[in-house]
Structure formats: C-alpha cells, structure tokens
C-alpha cells in the first residue's frame, strides 16, 4: 500500500505541469501551506473546500467530503456510494456521508442522525482519524501508551484511546503548547494537515502555529471557597500577567456507599477572579484552580440535610395511617411509543405533613433540564415493620429501572442504569437533587445493608 501511494504522488507531481491544480479561494497558514501543497497535486481536496476561509471550522458534511476524497487519492479506488441516504436529518443523499458510512469512518448519532453542519471537536476527529486509518491500512492503529498533553483530563472517555492512538502516529498533534484541545472545533487547514500525514506521519507535529512563549507566572492564587443560596463561591488572588484562569470541579457523594458511586467533573474557563459553582448537600467537591505554571487545589464539603422524626406524628397501625394521609396529583413526563417525551400527570399518596414538600420536589424535577421521565411511583402503602412507606415518608420512582438488592440477597426490579436508561435515576442528577435538598435520603448509597435506587426517604430509613 506504501509504494502504491507513493506512486500516486509521483504521478501528481508529473502531471502537475499540464494540468492546472485546483484553484484555492483564500491562503492557508504558513505551517499548512505544504499539506496543501501536497493535498492540491493529489487531487485531494474536494472543490466544497476550496472557496472556504481555511481559518475557520469546517462542519462535519465537509469533513466528510475531505475524508472520502482523500481515499480515493491515497488508494486509487473509489469508495463506494449508494443512492440512499442513511440519516434521517438529511433529506438527499450525499455520496462522501454514503462512502463514509459503508467504510465505518463516520457515523450518526442514537437517533441516526448525521448532523452535517455541524462542526467537528478535535476528540471527535480523533475517531474520525483512527477509522480511517482503519479504512486504508486493514487493521486498527496500535493504542500504544497514553500521550502525555497537558489536558489530558478535559479529553472525553470515549475519545481518550483514539486520542492516543493518533497522536502516538503522528496525525495529530497539539498546538505547540503542550495541549490537545480536545473541544476545539477543527479548522479546514487543520483538516487538510491531519489527512495528509496519513500517508506520512510525523512524531513532532502540531495542528496549528505554535503558540508564543508565555512568560513565568509568579503569586500565589489563595482560594477560598464559601457556600450561599445552592452555590460554591470560590475566589482567588489576581496573577500578573494571568489571562484566564480554569477551574475544574470534581463532585463526590458523601454517604455510606459513596465510594461505589461514579463522581461526576466539570471544567470552567474565566478571566475573573471568581467563579459560583452549582453545589448540592453531602457532597465533596474537589477543586482546582490553575493558570499557567500555578495551580491549587481545594477539597469542600457541603453537609447534608436531614428531617428532624422528634416531633412528626408516627402512625403505629394502618388505621391511625389513613387518615393522616393525603393523594396528590403532581406533573411528570412520560415517553411514548416512538420514543418522544410528553407531559403527564401522576398521583401518589403522602403523609399530610409533606405533601407540600412532596409537591415542590416533582415541580422541580418537571421543571428541570433533563426532563426526567416517571413511568411509575409509590408512597404510602401499609407493610408492617418499620418501613417508611407505612407513614406516607418514603417514594419509589421507576423500581423496574431502579431495582432494590436486599442484603439477603433479593432483588426487587431488574437494573440500574444510570446515563444509559432514561429512566434510571443518576447521582448527580434533576431528581437527586430535587429530593436532597427537601432533606430526603437516596437509599442508593445511604445504608450499608439494603441498596434501594428507587427509594428515597424522608427520615433516611
């Protein structure tokens, strides 16, 4: 395959004198004036491209058609293309989105869709990269050890190995700074540069012009952070010369069973000297604040809520029960056949002197972002014993997605799912949320016996 591309080129350059290159539109940069070179006696640049700002991002349809035509010119065989296309937000079919598709280097999302003016972060191309080397050489590129760029933590899971792959390769690299930028958007030139090198990659490459030496910051940033209203506020000193500064947050549950629970990041970017981070109860959140060669870290704690059971009114039998309590109707969304979220409506039956909290909790989680979908919910049902659901305390929400494991071993439900099924709670999520701030208790890392993800508890039983 080597030597057939190599006489590819041999051929370009030969017939380059008779026959007139592609006409470029607007001047790459100088570092990609000769992967253009390169791509332009190649015939590898489709003509979308040529009319473009070279310096701005290129979307994921034209990417596509860079990719497809670059395996055409590198392997002397045209892709295959079918009529049809495969995505259901493309109305027409394009034969570059066709021939990527059937040589598995770009895909849809869940909804197969293909999204193709989007732009396309540097992770994502990461992927993109990797399947085409695929593609060309008729084996995965070796994973090899992990590339030590500075970000290396803003880099997604699912893009960490293809990251690696390509940048242990040479076909892509970072920006003369020491980082990937894993969500930047990719530039034509940049695209141009990566697909050239895959016949040629180089070790010390970057994607862009190396950035300016920054000088060496001095100072010290002494953060502190204070709760208020739901929110972490950190504050930090100002650094000469400092431009922005990036804060990472690492949040942690701090229960019983927290350690089997997944923790969940976020990374900001200002040039302020403040920042106010969304904070929930019984949490630990690990914080860093860095700006060039300065960094420091903070671990806060935020403690959680509970009701107080002193002076609650507790039924000891069904018939005391009844009639303290109340049923509410309360809004919810639900999914449809097709897969499509609606808004409902549910009823549940509560101890009388919750139903107002009750109903604050399922305004907020309806309310929320996510639009968390309730298929079925639970309060008040007389068991016997001591279970919270006698007194009307205690809440199940989608026990079949949210199962119960029992010390001895029974299991009540089938799963738990968290960002897979809708209908899975999450930990860190609208509905955790929603009821720990209301003082309720998750019985999905609280107790050291029982594991109840659907269960949530209004005295943490």
């Not at 065989?77 to 280097?105: C, P, R, W």
């Not at 927290?258 to 990041?265: A, F, L, P, R, V």
């Not at 097709?338 to 101890?351: I, P, Q, R, W």
């Not at 029992?406 to 609208?430: A, F, M, N, Q, R």
């Amino acid at each position: 395959m080597k030597k057939f591309i190599l006489f590819l080129s041999a051929i370009a350059l030969m017939t380059s004198f008779s026959a007139a290159a592609y006409e470029q539109k607007s001047e790459p940069a100088e570092w990609a004036k000769e992967s253009f070179n390169k791509m332009n006696e190649l015939r590898a640049i489709p003509k979308e491209l040529l009319s473009l700002d070279y310096s701005k991002s290129i979307s994921r349809l034209n990417f596509a058609r860079l990719i497809h035509s670059s395996y055409n010119a590198f392997t002397g065989v045209n892709a295959k293309t079918e009529t049809s296309h495969k995505f259901n937000d493309m109305q027409t079919a394009d034969k570059s989105v066709s021939a990527m598709y059937n040589l598995g280097i770009m895909q849809g999302d869940e909804n197969n869709e293909f999204h193709p003016d989007d732009n396309i972060s540097r992770q994502e191309t990461a992927i993109v990269i990797s399947n085409f080397y695929t593609a060309l050489y008729g084996a995965p590129l070796p994973s090899g050890s992990a590339k030590n760029f500075y970000d290396n933590d803003k880099i997604a899971n699912w893009a960490q190995g293809a990251v690696n792959a390509v940048a242990q390769a040479g076909y892509m690299g970072d920006y003369g700074d020491g980082e990937f930028h894993p969500w930047d958007n990719v530039t034509v030139e940049q695209a141009v540069s990566m697909a050239s090198r895959m016949d040629n990659p180089g070790n010390n490459i970057s994607d862009s012009a190396p950035a300016d030496t920054l000088p060496e910051l001095s100072g010290t940033l002494d953060a502190k952070c204070i709760e208020e209203d739901g929110y972490i506020s950190v504050n930090w000193n100002t650094i000469t010369n400092a431009s922005e500064y990036t804060v990472s947050v690492v949040e942690r549950r701090n229960h019983i069973r927290s350690d089997e629970i997944d923790s969940h990041s976020a990374s900001y970017t200002t040039a302020d000297t403040s920042m106010r981070i969304p904070s929930a109860p019984g949490r630990v959140y690990n914080i860093t604040v860095e700006t060039g060669n300065i960094k420091e870290d903070i671990e806060f704690v935020t403690l959680a809520v509970y009701n107080d059971i002193s002076s609650f009114p507790i039924p000891e039998t069904q018939e005391e029960a009844e009639p303290l309590m109340r049923e509410i109707r309360v809004n919810v969304w639900k999914i449809n056949g097709s897969g499509e979220k609606y808004a409902s409506t549910a009823t549940l039956t509560v101890h009388q002197d919750i139903d107002d909290n009750v109903q604050d909790i399922f305004r907020e989680i309806f309310e929320g972002e996510e639009q968390f979908p309730i298929e079925s919910v639970g309060a008040y049902a007389w068991r016997g014993g001591k279970s919270e659901h006698n007194w009307g305390t205690a809440i199940d929400i989608n026990p079949t997605q949210n199962y119960c494991i029992y010390k001895s071993g029974e299991i009540v439900g089938d799963h738990w799912l968290p960002y897979e099924d809708p209908y899975s709670i999450t930990p860190y999520g609208d509905v955790m949320n929603a009821f720990e701030n209301h003082g309720f208790t998750w019985g999905g890392d609280a107790w050291s016996g029982n594991i109840d993800y659907m269960h949530f508890s209004y005295f943490g039983t």
